[in-house]
């Protein structure tokens, strides 16, 4: 069966699940076989880090997240929209009244600038948060290490605002929000 | 038109908003049940989806905010409530897109999954925008241009007084978003109907895109948004170049003759059923494709 399986890692990345078993049924291969091939390679499962175990499925290599590093992630994708929902407003704000008399129009490019550097940032740190605590063990497993994910994930979320402030306040220090 | 479904006291329920809601819920809904049955539903795949639902919300912002700097200075001098003036800022649907992509593929890099799962993105998008529309037509005007066709809608005299801009609105117009609608319940009905005979991961979502940024471009000459330059909309100058971006992509591809699967080592003789297996019973059918 290895040239089934052969055929299906070398394609499976760019060509569908269907159109594969297409053509190995066309070259006249057993749907049975071709089935339990696609179990052996783990087309089901996505990334690097599928990787065949000894019983022949594929699972991560990590291990599965538990319900605990699930409930952190959603808590820490509450925090990001919430903050970034406020730091969006926060920068528009600081621009009408940052570097001058209010009543100036937003329109310029600079604040502009601003909330897209901002919502990138935003998003990156979510990713990267929710990245490093699904590697974390589950809370069962490694109560620290979740702990310590848990608190990256804080520390990026402030240092990120910071960032932004800092930026926000040293653009209207020089009036370039005007 | 009922641009407000419910209100109590302080509580107002914009219809708006409800079909959003409703069309992120359902879409998402499809979404991870179309993964499920793929065998590929995971935990990446929750805080991947997650991060494109809020790079849309925020592109869907960011690309209307150049539009109108007076709403945002008029509403801070007004003393308007920050949540307030972002929620009523402007949002556009090509903005979502763009900003759920982005944040889509930074999430995926970021968690190391590389398999492609945009083609289970598009049969929820049909059905998504097809729902986001309908809220559309109830509490949006203008409906789009004037028109004298027997399908043209008109509005009381009233009701286009509640609305600070809305220009035509004492005559028939084109309901702009219901073509949108049906044109997303007839792309819906296409993905259902053909999309296993797309062979290359990721082309569904594509094709989908093209479609509708195409259609969204004809669209417009009946929308009644502003002309912004060369005679085109906003939405128009930014689905040009996302047509021409994914047109590039096929032709790129059609070159390459990517559709062209690789032919499967044969079976050996004894091996595999060839004369048992009925040749109807394939849920594949590669009869499209040019060999």
Same mark, same amino acid.
């Given at each position: 069966?290895?040239?089934?399986?052969?055929?299906?890692?070398?394609?499976?990345?760019?060509?569908?699940?269907?159109?594969?078993?297409?053509?190995?049924?066309?070259?006249?291969?057993?749907?049975?076989?071709?089935?339990?091939?696609?179990?052996?390679?783990?087309?089901?499962?996505?990334?690097?880090?599928?990787?065949?175990?000894?019983?022949?499925?594929?699972?991560?290599?990590?291990?599965?997240?538990?319900?605990?590093?699930?409930?952190?992630?959603?808590?820490?994708?509450?925090?990001?929209?919430?903050?970034?929902?406020?730091?969006?407003?926060?920068?528009?704000?600081?621009?009408?009244?940052?570097?001058?008399?209010?009543?100036?129009?937003?329109?310029?490019?600079?604040?502009?600038?601003?909330?897209?550097?901002?919502?990138?940032?935003?998003?990156?740190?979510?990713?990267?948060?929710?990245?490093?605590?699904?590697?974390?063990?589950?809370?069962?497993?490694?109560?620290?290490?979740?702990?310590?994910?848990?608190?990256?994930?804080?520390?990026?979320?402030?240092?990120?605002?910071?960032?932004?402030?800092?930026?926000?306040?040293?653009?209207?220090?020089?009036?370039?929000?005007? | 038109? #009922?641009?407000?479904?419910?209100?109590?006291?302080?509580?107002?329920?914009?219809?708006?908003?409800?079909?959003?809601? $409703? !069309?992120? *819920?359902?879409? $998402?809904?499809?979404?991870?049940?179309?993964?499920? *049955?793929?065998?590929?539903?995971?935990? +990446?795949? #929750?805080?991947?989806?997650?991060?494109?639902?809020? =790079?849309?919300?925020?592109?869907?912002?960011? #690309?209307?905010?150049?539009?109108?700097?007076?709403?945002? *200075?008029?509403?801070?001098?007004?003393?308007?409530?920050?949540?307030?003036?972002? &929620?009523?800022?402007?949002?556009?649907? $090509?903005?979502?897109?763009?900003?759920?992509?982005?944040?889509?593929?930074?999430?995926?890099?970021?968690?190391?999954?590389?398999?492609?799962? !945009?083609? %289970?993105?598009?049969?929820?998008?049909?059905?998504?925008?097809?729902?986001?529309?309908?809220?559309?037509?109830?509490? &949006? $005007?203008?409906? =789009?241009?004037?028109?004298?066709?027997?399908?043209?809608?008109?509005?009381?005299?009233?009701?286009?007084?509640?609305?600070?801009?809305?220009?035509?609105?004492?005559?028939?117009? %084109?309901?702009?978003?219901?073509?949108?609608?049906?044109?997303?319940?007839?792309?819906?009905?296409?993905?259902? +109907?053909?999309?296993?005979?797309?062979?290359?991961?990721?082309?569904?979502?594509?094709?989908?895109?093209?479609?509708?940024?195409?259609?969204?471009?004809?669209? &417009?000459?009946?929308? =009644?948004?502003?002309?912004?330059?060369?005679?085109?909309?906003?939405?128009?100058?930014?689905?040009?170049?996302?047509?021409?971006?994914?047109?590039?992509?096929?032709? +790129? &591809? !059609?070159? *390459?003759?990517?559709?062209?699967?690789?032919?499967?080592?044969?079976?050996?003789?004894?091996?595999?059923?060839?004369?048992?297996?009925?040749?109807?019973? !394939?849920?594949?059918?590669?009869?499209? +494709?040019?060999?």
């Amino acid at each position: 069966m290895n040239e089934i399986d052969d055929y299906i890692r070398a394609n499976r990345e760019r060509y569908t699940r269907e159109a594969l078993t297409g053509k190995l049924r066309d070259a006249g291969h057993d749907p049975a076989d071709i089935e339990a091939a696609w179990e052996r390679v783990g087309g089901a499962v996505g990334g690097e880090d599928a990787a065949p175990t000894a019983s022949g499925t594929t699972r991560g290599t990590r291990g599965r997240p538990g319900i605990g590093t699930f409930l952190l992630v959603l808590l820490v994708f509450a925090g990001y929209a919430s903050v970034g929902y406020l730091g969006v407003a926060g920068i528009l704000f600081s621009a009408y009244y940052g570097g001058g008399e209010p009543g100036a129009p937003v329109g310029s490019v600079v604040p502009t600038a601003l909330v897209a550097v901002y919502v990138i940032a935003m998003v990156a740190g979510f990713v990267y948060a929710g990245a490093r605590l699904l590697r974390a063990p589950s809370v069962s497993e490694g109560a620290s290490a979740i702990a310590t994910a848990f608190g990256v994930s804080v520390a990026l979320l402030f240092g990120i605002n910071g960032a932004c402030i800092a930026g926000v306040l040293a653009a209207s220090a020089v009036g370039a929000l005007r | 038109m #009922i641009p407000v479904l419910w209100r109590s006291g302080g509580i107002v329920v914009q219809t708006h908003d409800v079909f959003s809601l $409703l !069309a992120v *819920a359902i879409g $998402l809904a499809i979404y991870y049940r179309s993964l499920r *049955a793929a065998g590929m539903l995971e935990p +990446r795949i #929750i805080i991947a989806s997650s991060a494109v639902v809020v =790079g849309g919300v925020i592109g869907a912002r960011i #690309i209307t905010a150049w539009e109108h700097p007076t709403f945002y *200075a008029d509403s801070i001098a007004a003393g308007a409530p920050v949540s307030w003036i972002v &929620e009523h800022s402007g949002k556009s649907i $090509l903005g979502a897109l763009a900003g759920g992509y982005v944040a889509g593929v930074a999430a995926k890099r970021a968690l190391r999954y590389t398999t492609s799962t !945009a083609d %289970h993105y598009a049969l929820a998008l049909a059905v998504a925008t097809a729902i986001g529309r309908i809220g559309c037509y109830l509490s &949006e $005007l203008p409906l =789009g241009t004037s028109t004298d066709l027997p399908w043209g809608v008109a509005v009381s005299p009233a009701v286009a007084a509640s609305f600070a801009r809305c220009p035509g609105c004492e005559l028939p117009m %084109h309901p702009s978003m219901l073509y949108e609608v049906l044109f997303s319940v007839v792309a819906a009905a296409a993905i259902l +109907r053909w999309r296993s005979r797309v062979p290359v991961r990721g082309d569904v979502l594509r094709l989908y895109l093209l479609a509708a940024c195409s259609f969204r471009f004809l669209v &417009e000459f009946v929308r =009644g948004n502003q002309v912004e330059a060369f005679g085109l909309t906003g939405p128009q100058l930014v689905v040009i170049p996302m047509v021409a971006v994914l047109v590039a992509h096929f032709v +790129r &591809e !059609a070159r *390459a003759r990517t559709w062209e699967v690789p032919a499967a080592p044969a079976a050996r003789p004894g091996v595999g059923p060839v004369q048992t297996r009925p040749p109807s019973t !394939a849920p594949f059918d590669p009869s499209w +494709r040019v060999t």
